[in-house]
């Protein structure tokens, strides 16, 4: 059994952790709130972003934007989002197996032409995804790390100009967004999306037939690039949410498990404790009547 001391010590040390749990979960608290602020009021606007680019891939000539060109997939490209920093739950976690199934999927459905081409390429966001697909040997096309809590829109101008250089120049045929979809405080769901190539609309029925000024042409050139860059901050804005969501409640958590265990070691000091006491009166009164007999 444990030594009084050595109890006593435990249950400094994990008072100690508990007020640096509370202490993050009060911030994580306060920067989910930003964070989620800004998720919802960007939603609108990247879904009619979507909801122009497919109507315009539908109402375009005959010239086709390099975006939108749909080839035969031998490679797919899948840009990861995850969070630079740990003690996030399961989060990063549950991110990583849906882009590894992602993976997995592509390289039994798309085989290459060439046995020298990778079936998939990878674009990292964020030190854990990063950190995880270079221990497990994949080559990377980009990594984007240390964007902060509150990145700007032309913090993810690079990401976007990989994406797309990448997919005009042929070394991917289509490319997935993998990130967690906020949804509330207690679920964050793993999402994958296709950001390339965009589908035009289905169905002529669901089409508005607008008259676009100069044409339909020029505004798909000029927003296409926007469409891949606003879908890419959107997506880091949720991964963001997400985090500071999933480190709220995993502190919350470890706060609740670090005081149960106050409560347990003090229960058992005070048994022990008393114990102690106990030995000491009995070891007195044998003492004492050993001495009142002789």
Known sequence: MASLRDIRRRIRSVKNTAKITRAMQMVAASRMRRAQQRVIAARPYAEAMRSLISELAGAGGDDIHPLLVQRPIDTVGVVLLTSDRGLAGALNTNIIRRASQLILEAGSQHKPSSTEKQDVELITVGRKGQDFMARRGYKLLGTFTQLGDQPGYMDLIGVGRVVMDSYMQG???ECWLVYP?????????????????????DGAAKRVDYIYEPNADEILNELLPRYVEVSIYQAVLETIASEHSARMVAMRSATDNANELVQTLTLTYNKARQATITAEVTEIASAAEALAAS
């Open 171 to 173: 070394v991917m045929d």
């Open 181 to 201: 979809q906020f949804v509330n405080t207690l679920v964050q769901r793993p999402t994958a999306v296709k950001l390339l190539p965009i589908a035009p609309s």
